[in-house]
Structures are given as structure tokens and as C-alpha cells.
């Protein structure tokens, strides 16, 4: 797991890679920071500390892009594809800013559904941060939310298994690693 960049860096990065979802140029931007002598650009001083995270989040989201055709998330079942695919890479923070339009807009069993999957996602880069605690807390909780759940055909019970299992294993200080998100 990659750990958040500090606040100011994370930000930018986050906003380049949603852009990247509907814009070849942020995409464009998005490859080219994979590469540290375009990444250093983006650090100032001690930041440079952050060149491996930066990096390594930028090559793993223009990866997890780079068959999917520019456009926008307008509608939660893209925005779904778009958090599977960015899950899978690692890059949990991101699929929280994907998902949270969605879960703000929702109601019901649509939005505990999805703060479900939010909480899941938050609970993994707790433990990319070296947060075990919070990361525990939150995948319990997304554990609940999602049992027995389905979202647009989406079965989310065995998702939230493995989340209740993980928490175990975070508990025990184990390895985790997060399973596919649902499809």
C-alpha cells in the first residue's frame, strides 16, 4: 500500500487523476509524473522525500486508465467503474473522491452502500499510513454497512466478509491485502 502524500501534494494529485478521467491533457500529465525527472517538478525541498509515493501513485493510476476512453463520470455506474479500477491500483484516497459525490447526492440503501465502500477504501490508506486503529474502526464499519447489500447489481456481502476479516487481521497486526472491489 502507498502511503497519503502530505495535504497540499495529495490535493493536487487527486485532482490531476480525476481530471485524467475525462481530459487526454491531465492524462498526459498524469503519465509523465510517473517518471521522477517529471514528478520532481511537482516537489519543493522536503517533499522530495515523497518522489517514490508520488511516483508509484502516478504510474499505478495511468495504468489503471490507460484502456479507459476519456469521459465523464456522470452517472454512479461509471463512477463504479472508475473506484474498481482505481481500488485494484491501490489508490484508495482517490476512490473516496470518486465515490463521495455519489454518496452526498444518495439516499437509503444506495448511500449506506456506498459509505460502505467509502469507509473501505478510508480504512485501507489508514493502514497504507501507519494508522492500524482508525484503520480497524473504519473497516469494521464498512463491513456493517455493506452485509447483505447489493449496489446496481453489484453483490457487496462478500466484500464485506473480507472486510470484517481484514479488520481481524489488523487486530492481530497480520499482513492485509485488500481483496478486488466489487463487481
Known sequence: MIPTLPLALRNRLAETI??????????????SLAKPEAAERWLAGAE????????ERARRASA?????????AADLGAALEDATRLFDAGLHFEVHEILEP???ASGGE??????GLIQAAVGFQHLANGNPAGARSLLIEASERL????????????FARAMAELAERVATGEPVVPPEFPR
Open 147 to 158: 452485509h447483505g447489500r447489493r449496489l446496481l447489481g453489484r453483490d457487496l456481502e462478500s
Open 48 to 55: 522530495r522525500r515523497w518522489m517514490w509515493a508520488l511516483t
Open 18 to 31: 480525476l481530471a485524467a478521467l475525462h481530459d487526454e491533457h491531465a492524462r498526459t500529465e498524469l503519465a
Open 64 to 72: 489503471a486508465l490507460a484502456d479507459r476512453p476519456a469521459r465523464r
Open 102 to 104: 455519489h454518496w452526498v
Open 110 to 115: 444506495e448511500r449506506e452502500a456506498l459509505q
